[in-house]
């Protein structure tokens, strides 16, 4: 005990390193307070983001994969997207999934001896480097023109029935001939996504769409996978080098 000079009792002074661990105390406090809350915050974040998302998909033909290809992606999780910027970055990874399919369509090719399984293939790869050419040249020019350009491309070609599957009726049964087909399927499911998005994106754009040749004469358009005339289509890149790589590959839509 600390006594005065008079005899009374008291507490003695309160020491400096006292109050400065006082304030420590509290400012422990404070940040632990702001931890504890911040997992509530970003769960209505996350919510919010992928209400976003889901919202989106849901007006696509394939939501399920729709939501496949984007739920990953870092600027769907991270908040509320455009419906145009869903539609670029949509056209990433339909382009990326393109380059994966056509990869493996010409990998088998190495190993075909049957001349019927081997124009499957080669028909099915080149209709998938087709659509890779306009993904990849829309991923270096997002303008207006560039976007309807697309949208009209992929209105014309997804409007019929799959050439590749059409172009391995006659294959021998396998097991690489049903990997093409599916996974051309798969890929058209994507196509059909990108182009959903983009048409709900592309009412507020306006630009004059320079119509193919072919269109502007009044021939009708090949459907999706259709030979180019001439019996070929453009080869992989034509239209330049491939998109980026900022998602992940898709899968069915059960």
């Not at 630009?207 to 289509?233: D, R």
Request: aromatic content about 6%.
């Amino acid at each position: 005990m600390y006594q005065e000079p008079h005899g009374t009792v008291s507490r003695p002074p309160r020491p400096r390193r006292a109050m400065a661990m006082a304030r420590s105390v509290a400012h422990l406090f404070f940040l632990l307070l702001l931890v504890s809350t911040a997992p509530a915050v970003r769960t209505i974040s996350d919510a919010a983001a992928g209400g976003n998302l889901q919202e989106a998909c849901n007006k696509t033909l394939f939501p399920k994969v729709c939501l496949q290809a984007l739920k990953d992606n870092p600027e769907c999780q991270s908040g509320p997207v455009t419906p145009r910027r869903l539609a670029e970055l949509l056209v990433y990874v339909s382009a990326e999934v393109g380059m994966t399919v056509a990869a493996f369509a010409h990998h088998e090719l190495n190993a075909i001896r049957d001349d019927v399984l081997y124009r499957c293939l080669d028909t099915c790869s080149e209709d998938i480097e087709e659509a890779v050419a306009h993904l990849s040249a829309l991923s270096r020019d997002f303008s207006d023109a560039k976007f309807l350009e697309v949208k009209s491309w992929l209105s014309s070609t997804l409007g019929g029935t799959s050439t590749c599957e059409d172009a391995c009726k006659d294959a021998p049964v396998s097991d690489i001939k049903n990997a093409c087909i599916t996974k051309s399927f798969e890929f058209e499911k994507l196509l059909r996504v990108t182009l959903d998005l983009i048409t709900e994106a592309s009412g507020s754009m306006s630009a004059e769409v320079a119509l193919p040749p072919s269109a502007a004469s009044g021939a009708s358009a090949p459907t999706y996978g259709a030979p180019a005339p001439g019996g070929g289509a453009p080869a992989y890149g034509a239209s330049g080098s491939p998109a980026p790589t900022p998602g992940k590959s898709t899968a069915s839509d059960a």
